[in-house]
């Protein structure tokens, strides 16, 4: 097997994805989202994960952890209308629940590659090497390698090295906790000013996770590398993958059907609207990204695909603009009532936020039904080769189970759109009726509950017996 082969299974994706994870914060702003990186090692372990499970659970640590940092992004959104005190209040909560996925993800990884090293008596898999000239019992020199760094001492870096960009967080922003009142007097005159310091404490923690986390991060790269390039252990991977991994169609349906699931609940939750000072906090453009993100997972398996993410990736301007005029016009100390009554610029500013919001509406519709498209031709699919594993006692019962499904699917989607309906004609009605989104909820509960139905039917009918062997 060829060098560039053996580095199929990912693995190297892994370190890049760390690299990410070295940039200094400010408040809880990353200068590049975590979750980029996180994306690029749940890439990097995706075939691990499909073969040991330490690597399994790594992968879904992982997962979470692109969540909680994405939820950390849209929450910078907070930012121009929340003090000091809550900015600290957020980085902890955040920095707490990144620990209790990262710490145990990385060891997990470690764990793994422990696992293979044992296995497949891999060296590369218990530390960093490198080559040097040794004398032989002749007095001839020899090439060798040797141990510099044992993997322990690399999993123990990679967690002192979260730990100190965690500190780093929220540290800069403890000055905001001592006001002028509690700030020391010296010689009956002078008050230290606390949060003066603040800038040189963002300056310092900047240099400090820079000097601690880009010496690990390439060591860490080193480790990865070191693995990968290991032919006789990633050949014997890649052999098995191929052998007892790839065959197995059920099995990936299955796991597709997971991801898909969990990106259709959380774009339904973005469905909703829930207005706090007429500002919409659960934008559509949120959730047209992520039915756009669950069509690409789709793109195999229906021609809807590409409509689907186009539509979604479009969806995400009209959304924007509607949440940032509804901040400016909120800013104001506008209501949808002063544009009734012609106060100020409100009968300037109000228009766009309608046409912004119909507009929004509109492409989350279009959005909905292609990607339910594309969810009749995964359904569909996978009902197929639900009839192939056991075609004695299931012949015929696909179509049934499918039509059954795409039931349930279709209704919690045409209630998905009247939820839209009732989000673009809002800013019509908000006028006359400023709690008219207050429906939107409801129709969405009744929405939550469909889409659950169907996906619980699919789990239980279709995707837990697709492996059942005769």
Not at 303 to 316: H, Q, R
Request: glycine share 6%; aromatic share 14%.
């Amino acid at each position: 097997m060829k060098k560039t082969e053996t580095k199929s299974l990912g693995m190297m994706l892994i370190a890049v994805g760390m690299f990410f994870l070295i940039n200094p914060t400010v408040n809880i702003i990353d200068v590049i989202p975590d979750f980029i990186g996180y994306l690029f090692i749940i890439s990097g372990l995706d075939r691990l994960a499909d073969m040991e499970d330490h690597f399994a659970g790594a992968k879904k640590n992982f997962v979470l952890l692109a969540v909680i940092s994405a939820a950390k992004t849209v929450s910078c959104l907070l930012l121009p209308v929340i003090d000091g005190t809550f900015v600290i209040l957020l980085s902890f909560v955040f920095s707490i629940l990144e620990a209790l996925f990262f710490i145990p993800a990385v060891v997990n990884v470690f764990g793994g590659f422990h696992y293979y090293g044992l296995r497949l008596e891999s060296k590369a898999c218990y530390g960093i090497y490198k080559s040097v000239f040794e004398k032989d019992e002749n007095g001839n020199k020899v090439k060798a390698e040797k141990r510099v760094c044992s993997s322990d001492s690399v999993m123990a870096f990679t967690i002192v090295a979260f730990i100190v960009r965690a500190l780093c967080y929220f540290l800069p922003q403890v000055p905001t906790l001592f006001s002028y009142g509690d700030s020391a007097v010296i010689n009956g005159g002078y008050r230290i000013e606390w949060t003066y310091f603040i800038p040189h404490m963002y300056f310092l923690c900047g240099v400090l996770v820079l000097a601690v986390c880009l010496p690990w991060a390439l060591r860490f790269a080193r480790y990865i590398k070191g693995i990968a390039n290991d032919e006789k252990l990633v050949s014997a991977l890649e052999k098995s993958y191929m052998e007892n991994i790839a065959p197995n169609v059920n099995y990936f349906a299955g796991k597709k059907t997971v991801t898909v699931s969990v990106l259709t609940i959380v774009a339904a939750v973005f469905s909703f609207s829930i207005y706090v000072d007429y500002v919409n906090w659960l934008p559509s453009g949120a959730a047209c990204l992520l039915f756009a993100v669950a069509a690409l997972m789709l793109r195999k398996t229906s021609k809807f695909s590409l409509p689907t993410i186009f539509a979604g990736f479009i969806g995400v301007v009209p959304s924007v603009l509607e949440v940032v005029w509804q901040y400016q016009y909120a800013e104001m100390k506008y209501t949808p009532a002063s544009f009734l009554y012609g106060i100020g610029k409100s009968g300037e500013m109000y228009p766009r936020i309608i046409i912004a919001e119909a507009i929004a509406a509109i492409c989350l519709i279009v959005t909905v039904w292609l990607f339910a498209k594309c969810l009749g031709a995964m359904t569909e699919e996978h009902c197929v080769l639900y009839e192939k594993s056991r075609p004695e006692t299931r012949g015929g019962r696909g179509k049934a189970l499918c039509n059954a499904i795409m039931k349930e699917y279709k209704i919690s989607f045409a209630l998905m759109t009247a939820m839209a309906v009732v989000s673009g004609a809002h800013g019509l009605v908000a006028v006359y009726y400023p709690e008219i989104w207050i429906l939107n909820i409801v129709i969405g509960v009744a929405m939550a509950i469909f889409l659950l139905r169907a996906i619980n039917l699919a789990k239980d009918e279709l995707y837990d017996k697709l492996n059942e062997r005769v």
